[in-house]
């Protein structure tokens, strides 16, 4: 059975200071893995996504996540963080055959000024 | 510019009442799916569907049914809305490829009263 587990649900960061929210999955074949995020009262909007071509994925907005099949991680990272990115940010899953998303709980953002 | 819409932000329906949440795409996606997101829970796929007049049970199908009957439109009902199907609902769509990411539409709140 595939899974993913985000190992926090709520990170607090300072404007301009790194990013990191952690997320490790569990699959029996190659997973493709995503992290979207969803600001308030907004859908859901794709962040980056890994599908075996290269372990570093960049996405939008300067954030990156590496998968790193050893520690079967993909922690989500971004150098600086703005104000901006504050809001829900969650690792998902496909599920191989049927193609739905297994989500995560979800990582809750907060940036202080 | 990719569009899933919604056909309602914010609904308020009686116990007992039959309820139509409408979903439309205009990617030309073989996949649609519903979910629903309450906190603490993350994203759990209600129905989804590859085609015209296809349907899939998710993992929680109970108290619902979809119709399909245009490949852009994809419709979640709800028989006799009971108070615990207060929740965000979700429609999303994708290509056929289940390696391919899902779009997701701005989402309907619904409160049931």
């Known amino acids: 059975a595939q899974s993913v587990t985000q190992l926090d649900s709520h990170v607090s960061v300072s404007e301009g200071t790194p990013v990191l929210l952690r997320c490790n999955y569990s699959?029996?074949?190659?997973?493709?893995l995503f992290w979207y995020v969803q600001h308030p009262n907004k859908g859901l909007q794709l962040l980056l996504k890994y599908t075996s071509a290269a372990t570093l994925v960049k996405g939008i907005n300067g954030f990156e996540a590496e998968f790193k099949k050893s520690e079967t991680s993909f922690h989500l990272t971004k150098p600086s963080a703005h104000m901006s990115d504050a809001a829900e940010y969650f690792c998902v899953v496909i599920k191989r055959g049927r193609g739905d998303l297994i989500f995560g709980k979800g990582t809750k953002l907060s940036v202080k000024p | 510019d990719v569009k899933v819409t919604q056909s309602s932000r914010y609904l308020v329906k009686r116990t007992g009442e039959k309820v139509f949440l409408e979903c439309v795409q205009d990617m030309d996606h073989e996949n649609m799916f519903w979910y629903r997101q309450d906190p603490g829970l993350g994203l759990r796929l209600i129905y989804f569907s590859y085609d015209v007049k296809m349907k899939e049970k998710g993992d929680i199908p109970e108290g619902y049914s979809v119709s399909r009957e245009k490949k852009e439109r994809f419709s979640l009902i709800l028989e006799s809305a009971s108070t615990n199907q207060t929740s965000m609902y979700l429609c999303?769509?994708?290509?056929?490829?289940?390696?391919?990411?899902?779009?997701f539409g701005p989402g309907t709140r619904l409160t049931v009263l």
């Open positions: 699959s029996s074949y190659s997973p493709s």
């Open positions: 999303a769509s994708s290509f056929r490829k289940s390696y391919n990411e899902q779009f």
